[in-house]
């Protein structure tokens, strides 16, 4: 499997280096062009390329920008990739970050709306992890810790495709529903960032109160920035402590 990635920050970086770690092909790209890869590229063997190119001949697109910075893509970027290329959209919605999104703001789900601006469906995957414990708590299939990730998207097929990926870097998935459900594993969740195993996963994706997503982001951001330099285990403790028990 062939795999595009759109954005080299902290969790991208992160996911090229699972991808490539499990043996998959990457090309990557950013908005500041293949020469700012250099280094990245000598580190983990991905392919830095320009964002028009990324796109093309991949089986799968990993799309890992901040909100705000999905509709300065190319305008018809995902016309130049296949029919059948599986997008990943891993991003979150932060207004303080994004700037204020109205349809967002008004019930839209981060990734719905993500889907209108590019023009392409999406699966919705490793947004509810921080780049920390991505790095870091990957477990062997079959281990009793191993920490799961909800997987929202439309095309079942697809989200298959998906989880076989996710459990060759080293974690479990549930099926979190559709895009418009997609909400369930947005900030303010009490499945975002926890680190959940896949039983508590499974049970806390349906006791999810949409409602109470805006004030508990609040509470989440405010959380994580008080240990935001901590190890994994420390940063989903915090997030746990705010829903659910302590590992």
Same mark, same amino acid.
């Given at each position: 499997?062939?795999?595009?990635?759109?954005?080299?920050?902290?969790?991208?970086?992160?996911?090229?280096?699972?991808?490539?770690?499990?043996?998959?092909?990457?090309?990557?790209?950013?908005?500041?062009?293949?020469?700012?890869?250099?280094?990245?590229?000598?580190?983990?063997?991905?392919?830095?390329?320009?964002?028009?190119?990324?796109?093309?001949?991949?089986?799968?697109?990993?799309?890992?920008?901040?909100?705000?910075?999905?509709?300065?893509?190319?305008?018809?970027?995902?016309?130049?990739?296949?029919?059948?290329?599986?997008?990943?959209?891993?991003?979150?919605?932060?207004?303080? =970050?994004?700037?204020? /999104?109205?349809?967002? &703001?008004? *019930?839209?789900?981060?990734?719905?709306? +993500? #889907?209108?601006?590019?023009?392409?469906?999406?699966?919705?995957?490793?947004?509810?992890?921080?780049?920390?414990?991505?790095?870091?708590?990957?477990?062997?299939?079959?281990?009793?810790?191993?920490?799961?990730?909800?997987?929202?998207?439309?095309?079942?097929?697809?989200?298959?495709?998906?989880?076989?990926?996710?459990?060759?870097?080293?974690?479990?998935?549930?099926?979190?529903?559709?895009?418009?459900?997609?909400?369930?594993?947005?900030?303010?969740?009490?499945?975002?960032?926890?680190?959940?195993?896949?039983?508590?996963?499974?049970?806390?994706?349906?006791?999810?109160? =949409?409602?109470?997503? /805006?004030?508990?982001? &609040?509470? *989440?951001?405010?959380?994580?920035?008080? +240990? #935001?330099?901590?190890?994994?285990?420390?940063?989903?403790?915090?997030?746990?402590?705010?829903?659910?028990?302590?590992?």
């Amino acid at each position: 499997m062939n795999i595009g990635m759109i954005g080299t920050g902290d969790i991208g970086e992160v996911i090229i280096r699972k991808l490539r770690d499990a043996g998959y092909p990457v090309k990557m790209a950013n908005a500041r062009g293949p020469e700012s890869l250099k280094d990245l590229a000598a580190n983990t063997g991905a392919i830095p390329v320009s964002v028009e190119q990324v796109v093309q001949d991949v089986d799968m697109l990993f799309i890992v920008v901040p909100q705000k910075a999905i509709p300065e893509l190319p305008k018809g970027l995902l016309k130049k990739a296949k029919k059948e290329t599986i997008v990943i959209d891993v991003g979150n919605y932060y207004s303080w =970050r994004d700037g204020r /999104i109205d349809e967002i &703001e008004s *019930g839209l789900t981060d990734s719905a709306w +993500v #889907e209108k601006q590019i023009g392409r469906p999406v699966i919705k995957v490793l947004n509810s992890i921080g780049s920390k414990s991505l790095a870091g708590a990957g477990r062997l299939h079959g281990s009793r810790d191993r920490v799961a990730l909800p997987i929202s998207g439309d095309n079942p097929k697809a989200k298959e495709t998906v989880a076989q990926l996710i459990d060759r870097i080293g974690f479990d998935s549930v099926d979190a529903g559709t895009i418009a459900e997609s909400w369930r594993q947005q900030p303010g969740s009490p499945v975002y960032c926890v680190n959940p195993t896949k039983e508590e996963l499974q049970q806390w994706l349906k006791n999810v109160d =949409r409602s109470s997503l /805006i004030t508990n982001k &609040e509470k *989440g951001t405010k959380a994580y920035r008080a +240990v #935001e330099n901590a190890d994994y285990q420390t940063q989903a403790n915090a997030f746990r402590s705010l829903f659910n028990e302590k590992k």
